[in-house]
Structures are given as structure tokens and as C-alpha cells.
């Protein structure tokens, strides 16, 4: 799994550059948001895969709206399509038909180079696995996405995050010497830390224990609230579901329950 954050940084960091050089295009074309308008809009989106077996639809019309600063549980039965979903939202992944408007801006018609710089600007991860870079201690990890964005303050704002999510103590720390719930802390403060508009969570606690998980779920409902984010949140628990504003039930790969 690693390859998935390696290739979500190494394409942002590629993006950014390229963006810079093509600046002004970029830059003119950024949306103006407005309150009224979804953060998140996915349109009939379908997804299959097909190989030497034939084809699987793992996908099937997926179409929902979300607003600044909802907080949505998708939850399913594993196999249902949950995580191919926060994929394809994320643009990480690419429907077979339909598409996801992020904040107003169709992320498939996009260029793969300008996908990536919207989604650096707009959209903070948290997985399940943690995946944070082993080679980096706590605080280069929590820089990293300042210094993507060129953010001179870096050091300070990612040491005040730390802080934040209760590790001051930890900031030299690399990955493998710190406790699951630790690292998932610093994988939300990694997150959190550009203020995006849009978290996307996948079972964030689904490694931890009942204890840790829990702890780790109410800092990201913190968080959540403090900065205003909009938050997309993959689980099997009800019991976390039901702290969201809303719920999305998918089976088999079609939503069985969608008040939008
Ligand atoms: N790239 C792929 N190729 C083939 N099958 C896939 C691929 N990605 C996901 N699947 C299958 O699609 C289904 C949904 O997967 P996933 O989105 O990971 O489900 P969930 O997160 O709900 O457990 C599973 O049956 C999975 O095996
Ligand atoms: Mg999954």
C-alpha cells in the first residue's frame, strides 16, 4: 500500500511544480466558492474492472451531494466498495462512467497535473494502515504537505499541530518507535494541517484497538469541527456512523439508502 501515499505526494510535489510553471492558467481557472454550492458533488459514477475472467462492476450509479462541514459515514459489508469510492473521490482512482465535481470543478476533466494540484489544495487523507513516510520523523511527515505548497512556516505550523493532536513530545520521533494510536495521530495532524476542505478517511481506526480507536475518533471529530472541514468517513462501526450528520449504505456496490 505503500505506493498509494508515495504516489499521492510524488504526484502532488510533481504537480506543484509543474503548476508553477503554468501558474496563471491555473490560478485563473480556481473556482470561486460559494456556500450554497456542494464541496462534493459525485454524478453517476460507475466503476468496473474487467480482466481474463470477464468484468466486475464494483461501482453501480453512485450519486450523491455533499455541503461544507457535513460529516457522512459510508459504510458496507467489506468487498461492498467503500474504499474504491474514497478513490475515485479522491481522484486517485477513475470511474468507468460518471464523474465527482470538487468544489465545483469536474476533477476528471481535468488534466492529471492540475487533479493533483486541486487535491493537495483541497483534500487531506487518513487510512487505515497509517501510511506515513518511515524514513521521516513525526514533524518532516506534518511538514511535508506545507513545504508541497511552499509554505515557509512549515516547521512551526507542523510543531503546532503536533502539539495540537497531544505529541510536543514526539516531534523527532520517526514512525516505527511510536504506538499505533500514535501514529495515526500524526497521520490526522499530517491531514488536518493545510486545513483542506475535504477529509477523506478510510476505517481510520481499524487497525487500533477499541480504546485508542476511540480516542483517535473523537481528536478527528475535534478537528473536524474546529477547521470546518467536510468530512468523508469510511466505517463498519454503526456506533460511528451515528455520530455523523449522515450515512450512505452501500451493497454490492450500489447506494441502498441515499437522503441527499
Ligand atoms: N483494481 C481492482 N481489480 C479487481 N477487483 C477490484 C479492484 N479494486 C477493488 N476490487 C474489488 O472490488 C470490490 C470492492 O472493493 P473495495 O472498494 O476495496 O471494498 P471495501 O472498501 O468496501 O471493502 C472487492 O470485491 C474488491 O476485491
Ligand atoms: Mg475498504
Known sequence: MDFVIAGLIF????ALARAKAASTQVKCRLYKES????????????????DSTGTLTILRDIDFTLHARETVAIVGASGSGKSTLLSIIAGLDTPTQGTVLLAGRDIFALSEDARAHLRAQKVGFVFQSFQLLGNLTALENVMLPLELADRRDARQVATEMLARV???GRLNSYPKVLSGGEQQRVALARAFVVKPAVLL??????????????KVMELMFD??????????????DRAIAARCTRS???EAGSVVDSPT
Open 35 to 50: 456556500p450554497m454550492d456542494p464541496i462534493i458533488a459525485v454524478k453517476h459514477v460507475f466503476k468496473s474492472v474487467t
Open 248 to 250: 450512505i449504505t452501500i
Open 201 to 214: 478517511a478510510d476505517e481510520p481506526t481499524g487497525s487500533l484497538d477499541f480504546a485508542t480507536g476511540d
Open 11 to 14: 504526484s502532488a510535489a510533481e
Open 223 to 236: 478537528l473536524n469541527r474546529e477547521l470546518g472541514t467536510t468530512l468523508v468517513l469510511v466505517t463498519h
Open 166 to 168: 497531544g505529541l510536543a
